[in-house]
C-alpha cells in the first residue's frame, strides 16, 4: 500500500533553514509527481510546490525564491529545502502523491517559525 512518511519539521528562528524528508513506498516512485502542501491553524491546506516523475518543479508564489523542492528516485524521497523562514511558514506540512485517482497523504511534520 501507498505510505508516506515524513521528517524533518520543527522549532526554527525566522530566518532559519529546515530540510523535511518524505520517504515514499508501495508505488512506482520515479513515475509520480510529488507535492508538499501545508495547513496553518484555522487556515485550508495549500500547495507549497510539486515535482514532476521528469524533475521539473513550481512553487507558490509564497514561497518561490525561499524554499526548493527536490527528488531523490533512487531512495524513493523527496525534500523540501526552505530557507528564509518566517513565522507566516509556521503550519503542518504535509506530503503528497496522487496514484490512480486517489489522494494519498503523510501524517504531516509541525514546522513553527518563531523567535
Known amino acids: 500500500q501507498v505510505q508516506l512518511v515524513e521528517s524533518g519539521g520543527g522549532l526554527v528562528q525566522p530566518g532559519g533553514s529546515l530540510r523535511l524528508s518524505c520517504a515514499a513506498s508501495?508505488?512506482?516512485?520515479?513515475?509520480?509527481?510529488m507535492g508538499w502542501y501545508r495547513q496553518a491553524p484555522g487556515k485550508q491546506r495549500e500547495l507549497v510546490a510539486r515535482i514532476f516523475s521528469g524533475g521539473t518543479a513550481n512553487a507558490a508564489d509564497s514561497v518561490k525564491g525561499r524554499f526548493t523542492i527536490s527528488r531523490d528516485n533512487a531512495k524513493n524521497t523527496v525534500y523540501l529545502q526552505m530557507n528564509s523562514l518566517k513565522p507566516e511558514d509556521t503550519a503542518v506540512y504535509y506530503c503528497?502523491?496522487?496514484?490512480?485517482?486517489?489522494?494519498?497523504w503523510g501524517q504531516g511534520t509541525q514546522v513553527t517559525v518563531s523567535s
Open positions: 503528497n502523491v496522487q496514484v490512480a485517482l486517489r489522494d494519498y
Open positions: 508501495g508505488f512506482s516512485f520515479r513515475m509520480y509527481t
